[in-house]
């Protein structure tokens, strides 16, 4: 599904865990966003350059042909909710977007907003933008 806040449009992705496989798989959709794999599995950081920016959690998709098909440092914004980034190569530029993730209190159901080829490089604008999207939710 898209949406759109403060004229920056983006996708709405929803996951429920499989609590035998560990992994969040994506629901059904009218429309699929291939952009984010089936299913996602919240870890532990494993490289201190995610944890010194604040990421103690990752996201990641499983190995497919040898490489990650999803992975992103979690970076806490409010209860529940998270932000990462997602790279891809076009034309050969790396165009970056911007991720907010929430997850259920119970940590059964994630959802991604996924704002595709949208990203503001400075921290404290991304961060105000952010938390004026999480807010709107919550509305």
């Known amino acids: 599904m898209e949406e759109m806040f403060n004229f920056v449009h983006y996708k709405v992705v929803r996951y429920q865990l499989n609590r035998e496989s560990g992994y969040f ?21 494993r490289e ?7 990421a103690k959690e990752m996201i990641t998709g499983r190995v ?3 490489q ?11 209860e529940g909710f998270y932000y990462g980034d997602d790279y891809k190569r076009s034309k050969g530029e790396m165009k970056k977007s911007l991720c907010v993730f929430e997850l259920s209190t119970d940590f059964k159901t994630l959802v991604v907003y ?13 961060v105000k933008f952010i938390l004026s999207f999480i807010q709107s939710l919550t509305e």
């Open 25 to 45: 798989e994506k629901e059904p959709s009218k429309i699929n966003f291939s952009r984010l794999p089936f299913d996602l599995k919240i870890e532990e950081t």
């Open 48 to 54: 201190q350059r995610f944890v010194q920016q604040g």
């Open 114 to 126: 996924y704002f595709n080829n949208y990203y503001i490089q400075n921290r404290e604008a991304r």
């Open 64 to 66: 497919k042909n040898g």
């Open 68 to 78: 990650r098909q999803f992975f992103t440092g979690l970076i806490p914004m409010a």
